[in-house]
């Protein structure tokens, strides 16, 4: 035996939901008495019989058009043209490093010194702690990079003092 709807506690009582036809005729009977208001107003589409019996053609029974009877209009003289003005030259501005982290790890790539103990074919450490000394090394690269010790402005330069710090777990 089931409880009537309103018998239930309220946490358990579900909401009628409106029938999903329901809504599609509403929709359906607005846009059609939208589209009836258009018509009745001349807001309709208008198409020209004689344009569309031209475009139409079957089986090669298009009619051909005289063109000589056609008026070739004239075409409008060139204007003149202005003289151009000396290019001005701007001056090159600096710009801040390279976002591109390509650009950044070939940089890395070319500073960054191996520690001895991670020769593949002489491990003295795991694998693990040769990736650890590599990630810290990136990391202090990192934030040389954000100073722009690598940049001038235009390009990537030498900077033996980033280098420096850069491998500083090495060079101790």
Request: charged share 25%; hydrophobic share 35%.
């Amino acid at each position: 035996m089931k409880a009537e709807r309103e018998d239930r506690p309220i946490h358990h009582q579900k909401k009628k939901r409106p029938n999903p036809w329901l809504v599609v005729a509403g929709i359906t009977a607005i846009n059609a008495a939208i589209l009836f208001t258009l018509t009745k107003t001349g807001w309709g589409i208008t198409v020209n019989l004689d344009k569309l019996s031209e475009a139409i053609y079957v089986h090669g029974s298009k009619k051909e058009q005289d063109v000589s009877s056609q008026t070739i209009e004239p075409s409008p003289e060139p204007l003149s043209i202005a003289p151009r003005a000396k290019p001005v030259e701007i001056p090159a501005i600096p710009q801040q490093a390279p976002i591109d982290y390509s650009i950044s790890l070939k940089k890395f790539n070319s500073v960054f010194i191996q520690h001895p103990a991670c020769n593949p074919y002489d491990m003295k450490w795991t694998q693990m702690d040769c990736s650890n000394f590599r990630a810290r090394a990136m990391k202090r690269f990192q934030a040389e990079w954000s100073k722009s010790s690598y940049w001038n402005g235009f390009k990537v330069i030498e900077n033996k003092k980033a280098d420096q710090k850069t491998n500083k777990e090495l060079l101790q």
